[in-house]
């Protein structure tokens, strides 16, 4: 791996830990953050392995106790809790994204980060009605019913703002 690849994938990594502190608590627990807008932005722009790699990284520093999580959080209780679920779904919807960048075609890449956040939303509700002793249906109408509209909202952004970040890195002559 080059220092290029090294610096990109800290950057990234920076990213999703800043944008999980955008976080408003809702009721059942479980915050609205910007964190599934940064882990499919970094595998849309950097690639399934990069993408994957970056955000195994801000997991296993929030794991070990940097509090890079939504609302400053950190440890293994964090991902093992009720919310766990959707971060170690992280990587999956960061190498969909990524594997969906190497066609130029936006409406794919809506497509497939539309397909894995979903399988992330609902490993999410899996895992929160582990935690609360509850069925999935109840879990993932307190999980996934408050997050689709903002879900969509974010995949959109997604989208966009890969569009223009992708012209630019490619205009500029960075390679990624």
Known sequence: MKIKDIAHIGFFTAIIAVCAQVSVPLIGGVPF????FAVALTGLILGWKKGAIAVLI??????????VF???RSGLSVL???TGGFILAFP??????GFAGRKNSP????????????FMLFLGGVFFAIYQEVTVGQ?????????????LIQI???????????HAIIKSGISI
């Open 58 to 67: 801000y997991i296993l520093i929030g794991a070990v106790g940097v509090p």
């Open 33 to 36: 953050t910007l964190q599934t």
């Open 92 to 97: 999956i919807l960061a190498i969909a994204a």
């Open 70 to 72: 939504a609302q400053f």
């Open 107 to 118: 409406i794919m890449w809506g497509a497939v980060i539309t397909a894995a956040t979903g």
């Open 139 to 151: 879990a993932l109408t307190v999980t996934v019913s408050p997050f689709i509209i903002s879900s």
């Open 80 to 82: 093992f809790g009720p």
């Open 156 to 166: 959109g952004l997604v989208v966009a703002v890969g569009r223009v970040l992708r």
